[in-house]
């Protein structure tokens, strides 16, 4: 089962979006903190409409625990970034995959992008845009992994 990461997210809305995309396709949800708001925030509760009780959310406090977990679980880490060593799309998922993406400000930690089996970047035509917001980039990872796996018809 693919597993979509969160690393310091920073932003209620956008971590709401994602809860929500999460939702409609059955797929993990792990934040790992310190995060940059409560988890009871209004915006990241109105971002997530009522969809929250189908959310399968799990809280990390920190890196380490996360790392922890995920060793216990397995699985490959496959790192989003804008420094990633190939195109989304050429990658090759498999269902056991955590996709990670870091928080809308600073990305992966890089200790912990390091660690990643592997890394991914989304192309964009306009070097002058460093970044696509962060629940468009979570859309279009999860989306391709789960078209590539065949749970796309």
Known sequence: MLRV??????????TGNIARTCAATGTELHLVGPLGFEISDRYLKRAGLDYWPYVKLHYHLSIEDFCKYREKIGGRSI????????????????????LLFGSETDGIPAPLLDTCDATVYIPMSRPEVRSLNLSVSVS???????????FIA
């Not at 279009?140 to 065949?150: N, T, V």
């Open 140 to 150: 279009i990872g999860l989306f391709e992994a789960r078209r590539q796996l065949g």
């Open 5 to 14: 990461v969160l690393v310091h997210p920073q932003i209620p809305p956008n």
């Open 79 to 98: 790192g989003f970034s804008v420094r990633g060593n190939c195109s989304y799309v050429q990658y090759s998922y498999q269902s056991c995959d955590w």
